[in-house]
């Protein structure tokens, strides 16, 4: 790099983004960052938005920093504003409004956009994507003025939506496409737990379904219609159908692109002094010795640090285990490692107990410890996360695995 101080430009002020820029600074104080993002916010606790939709949290609990921290770590963020192109060749990233910033190294950190439903009156008032704080500020509004809402889609932001309907109160109906939630991890057990979870605290669910129209009064949504003719009526509708990744910035410049942008182990893309990690990398991950995608704030956070050091001349690889950790009608899921849903070819075993609503799934390769699911009690998460770190071998030792965490860590 040149003898000026390197140039770091971050698009993305994410758990990914806003960690990189805070450790490139702290490893090399003489590094010019500057951050660019188009919402208008500094960081703040996406995990902490379920918590302000049930009015657990208040917002000034899921904002992490403000203006003036940035200022004291010493580098630039630039909030509203939109990366629009980069010039790979020549080192420049350009914004919406024509401003060039030319660079010595680039994240991408750009995270993922939650789909939109494509049905008629998806763009009713009362209907909300949940990601963004404006997001969840805009469904809190709403959810103070209504009595029943229905929360479409079978993954993490359906439940976290028809968690928090319930929560405060509005008479909810879950509805997904799958015969249980998550389908693809879960087995029928886990799914039968889930079942009763929601169940107990009043939520209706309608499995195998979906929504086919929704209706409206006066321009506001008042009912869903699913695709097999059940008609519901509700006050709002929330909706998680699934993600894409922010990628449309990398068109053009040669990166390759695939779900995400691909990666090798140490965050690195195809061309050179361009990287990406948090949600949007497609990262060489040497614990399947595969690419993977995460979607996790701990995984964000991690390739943040690991990212900032390799942006500094570093080779370090990202080896970190995944892992999920949530709240979930009233209950507690955790999910770690490596599981169906990301890997064919598993071996699982279950233990559950209905009456106390806990349930533990363990996943094995090639005699390995790789992944686990829990839901209920999640004592003995951490020794999990240690054995499937060090990929030793069981021979044999697997229902013993199901008593970690009988005894206090
Ligand atoms: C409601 C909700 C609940 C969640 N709960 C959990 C949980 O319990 N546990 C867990 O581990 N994870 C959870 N997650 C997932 C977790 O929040 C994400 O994995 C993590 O925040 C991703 O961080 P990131 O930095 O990669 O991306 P993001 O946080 O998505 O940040 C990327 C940023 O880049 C900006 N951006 C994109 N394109 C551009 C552009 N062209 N120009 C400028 N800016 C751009 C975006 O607006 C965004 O602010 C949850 C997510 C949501 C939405």
Partial sequence: MADRPARFVIVGNGAAGTTAAENIRKLE?????????????????????????????????????????????????????????????????????????????????????????????????????????????AIVERILESKRAVALGG?????????????????????????????????????????????????????????????????????????????????????????????????????????????????????SNIYAAGDVAEFFDVVISRHNVMGTWDNSISQGRVVARNMLGANDPYDEVPTYVTTMFGSRLSVLGITPDVMGGLEGRSRVDLDTRHYKKLFFYEDRLVGAVIIGELRGRRKLVQLIRGREPLQGAREELFDIGAAAE
């Fill in 29 to 137: 104080p003489a590094a010019e960052v500057t951050v660019i993002e188009d919402e208008p916010y500094p960081l703040y606790n996406r995990v902490a938005l379920p918590p302000l939709l049930k009015g657990r949290v208040q917002e000034r609990n899921v904002i992490m920093r403000k203006p003036e921290d940035h200022l004291a770590k010493g580098f630039t963020l630039l909030l509203n504003t939109v990366a629009s192109k980069i010039d790979a060749e020549d080192q420049i990233l350009y914004t919406q409004d024509g401003a060039a910033f030319p660079y010595d190294a680039l994240l991408v950190a750009t995270g993922g956009r939650t789909r939109k439903l494509a049905i008629p009156g998806a763009d009713l008032r009362g209907v909300y994507l949940f990601q963004t704080l404006d997001e969840t500020k």
């Fill in 155 to 271: 993954s993490y932001i359906g439940y976290e939506l028809a968690d928090g309907f319930a929560e405060r109160g509005l008479q909810t109906t879950w509805i997904m496409r799958g015969p249980r939630f998550l389908w693809r991890l879960l087995d029928e057990a886990g799914g039968e737990v889930v079942h009763l979870l929601a169940q107990d605290m009043g939520v209706d669910i309608i499995y195998d379904d979906f929504a086919a129209e929704l209706s409206s009064n006066n321009g506001a949504v008042d009912s869903v219609t699913t695709l097999g003719g059940r008609h519901v009526e509700t006050d709002m509708v929330g909706y998680g159908i699934g993600n894409d990744l922010n990628v449309k910035i990398l068109e053009g410049t040669g990166v390759e692109i695939n779900t995400g942008v691909v990666t090798d182990a140490c965050l690195r893309t195809n061309i």
